[in-house]
């Protein structure tokens, strides 16, 4: 039973484990892993102002190296369940496909991973080979990300805990099981442009300072290119997002403007880096003329990528045996989780296919939770060699 990658993703799917619930989704995954033998540790992560998250870490084996396999259990909200065709934790099974919210992103991905350790270490007399397979499993990186990925990987670091190779199961393909490796993500930050000037009537624009004008030009320099792309990555991109002046009134110049931003960068640029050249570019085009400030958000979301090299390779071999298809390295998309493991070891995502994540209907073809799981079994089987 713990072999069917189908009755584990009905089981996950069927608990609601919408961000920060756990839903079931947690204890009924350790009843598995625990039959499949694995060890396995429950812990609640906390911070103020954030919701308590409940998170999972199980491992089978005492050696290096350590396979360790990551994803989270939250989902997102169904939004309007009537929009549904198929209730978003029914779990229904219709033309071969398994409906869902969290049948793509992704319990599909975990349940096609726990079931190809389960018949790994059936085929090994209930042990690995050699070396360790182990999960971390959150319940916290649709939301926030406070609670989840970030904790769970301290508290393994501190208890001695270290990992080899990790594999992602977000939806990494595109169109079809296979086409896909997600080898690093662009890093993402927002800020926000404030120019302030002198309000005044409009009729009387000698007496006032429109700091408009001056949000226009800083808008203009800001927008120039970033990059020109690295080997695995597209051209960094900043969008201006919104213009915010907030005026009501049609004869009064206002006292200040404001544009925010969103930037997804590339791995020419560090954080600190991306700011300063930033304030560079609004530093010569304000020419002492525009009094201006930027505010940067926090962001935990920093670029990383994990080069093409014998991990990647594996597990290209692997795909393209059991789907007959070279699978392509790609850093496009939103962030994940990879984004934290990366300063662990190094991680490649893989999982089903990404059409319907997020959205009404979310649904996997059931035949690509057993190749799924195929694939897996078969990275497994070459990584312990
Ligand atoms: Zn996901």
Redesign the pocket.
């Known amino acids: 039973m713990t072999a069917d990658p189908v009755a584990i993703a009905r089981e996950l799917v069927r608990c609601r484990s919408v961000t920060p619930e756990e839903g079931g989704a947690l204890a009924y995954l350790q009843g598995v892993l625990i039959e499949a033998g694995f060890a396995v540790h429950r812990m609640t992560f906390a911070e103020p102002g954030t919701a308590p998250i409940e998170n999972l870490y199980a491992r089978i084996g005492t050696e290096k190296p350590n396979l360790v396999f990551a994803g ?1 259990t939250d989902v997102v909200p169904p939004g309007d369940e009537a929009a549904w065709r198929h209730p978003p934790f029914g779990s229904e099974i219709a033309g071969g496909r398994l409906y869902g919210r969290g049948a793509v ?2 319990k599909g991905g975990i349940a096609c991973f726990v079931a190809a350790a389960a018949d790994y270490l059936a085929a090994n007399g209930g042990k690995p080979k050699r070396g360790s397979i182990s999960l971390l499993i959150t319940g916290d ?2 939301s926030v990300a406070v609670n989840g990925t970030v904790k769970l990987l301290q508290w393994a670091a501190e208890r001695g805990e270290s990992f080899d190779h990790c594999i992602l199961g ?2 990494s393909n595109v169109q079809t099981l296979g086409d896909t490796i997600k080898a690093g993500r662009r890093g993402s930050l927002n800020g926000t442009l404030i120019v302030t000037g002198r309000q005044g009537h409009v009729a009387y624009p000698d007496r006032a300072d429109n700091p408009i004008r001056g949000l226009v030009t800083l808008i203009a320099a800001l927008q120039a290119p970033l990059d020109d792309g690295s080997a695995q990555f597209a051209p960094s991109n900043l969008e201006f997002t919104s213009i915010d002046v907030g005026n009501p009134t049609v004869n009064l110049i206002p006292g200040e403007a404001r544009a925010r931003f969103n930037i997804r960068y590339n791995d020419h640029h560090s954080q600190t880096a991306l700011k300063m050249l930033l304030e560079r570019r609004a530093h010569a085009a304000a020419a002492g003329r525009v009094h201006y400030a930027f505010d940067w958000q926090p962001s935990n979301a920093d670029v990383f990528v994990t080069k093409p090299g014998p991990f990647t390779d594996l597990a290209s071999a692997a795909i393209a045996e059991v789907t007959g298809r070279k699978p392509k390295l790609s850093t496009t998309g939103g962030t ?1 989780d990879a984004r934290f493991i990366k300063d662990y070891c190094p991680v490649l995502e893989f999982g089903l296919v990404g059409q319907t ?1 997020h959205s009404v209907d979310e649904c996997t073809p059931v035949a690509d939770l057993v190749t799924l799981t195929a694939v897996y079994r078969r990275i497994i089987e070459k990584y312990f060699g």
Do not use: C
């Open positions: 989270h992103d992704m990186e649709e977000e939806p994940s994540m």
